[in-house]
């Protein structure tokens, strides 16, 4: 079946630094890649969208600086929390598309900034 | 806008009882309807889906679901639980079937299985 990596599982940071999430498709190509927060007991919410190629679209409130998403390859997108600050810890969890709905999950990345 | 509601925020069954978690959703064509489970610091795993066809859904772990129209309803049952089956459940539709389509989820439920 579908597999999605994700990397880091956990990260802990000092505020004002930079962290990189990687999210890889393992065995298909993935049209499009979702980035996730999870607040602790919360659901998820999404942050943007990333195409092959393409800019990210972010949903309405996500900070575009902020959180840059890089889609190079289809089976590659990458988060970068930039400029970390407490605030910003998390649970971040990708997602990747095949072709029609099928969507499936990285393991997610505890991101802890202190 | 598509939406889904999960009424139930937390749900605790003794081990071997039946379980049944609700879902209920906003949208005026026939959505695309999804149920996922999360452990504790894990990402997502797909139980089962709904598309159009057969409304009882087969999925994992011996999780079942009925798509139901009048209701509004796409519910998660389990004939016996286990206590492996403990962790958030969302429910979840599909935003826009166009190219950009994406997952809307529910706010989730806890299942707590007492032995």
């Known amino acids: 079946g579908a597999v999605v990596s994700q990397h880091p599982s956990r990260v802990i940071c000092k505020s004002g630094t930079s962290v990189k999430i990687e999210c890889r498709s393992l065995?298909?190509?993935?049209?499009?890649m979702f980035w996730y927060r999870q607040f602790p007991k919360k659901s998820l919410m999404l942050m943007a969208t990333?195409?092959?190629?393409?800019?990210?679209?972010?949903e309405q409130g996500v900070e575009k600086d902020k959180f840059l998403i890089n889609h190079a390859s289809l089976t590659l997108s990458t988060l970068t929390v930039t400029s970390a600050h407490p605030e910003d810890s998390s649970f971040y969890i990708c997602?990747?598309?095949?072709?029609?709905?099928?969507?499936?999950f990285g393991s997610g990345t505890r991101l802890t900034v202190v | 806008a598509q939406s889904v509601t999960q009424p139930d925020i937390h749900i605790t069954v003794s081990e071997g009882a039946s379980l049944e978690l609700r879902c209920n959703y906003s949208y005026g064509a026939t959505p695309y309807l999804f149920w996922y489970v999360q452990s504790p610091g894990q990402g997502l795993q797909l139980l089962l889906k709904?598309?159009?066809?057969?409304?009882l859904v087969q999925g994992i772990k011996g999780f079942e679901a009925e798509f139901k129209r009048s209701q509004s309803s796409f519910n998660l049952r389990k004939p016996s639980v286990h206590w492996s089956d403990a962790a958030e459940y969302f429910c979840a539709v599909v935003r826009d079937t166009g190219t950009a389509s994406k997952l809307t989820f529910g706010t989730g439920t806890r299942l707590q299985v007492t032995l």
């Open positions: 997602s990747a598309r095949s072709r029609g709905f099928g969507y499936t």
């Open positions: 709904y598309f159009s066809g057969d409304t």
């Open positions: 065995d298909f190509q993935a049209t499009t």
């Open positions: 990333s195409n092959e190629g393409s800019k990210a679209t972010y």
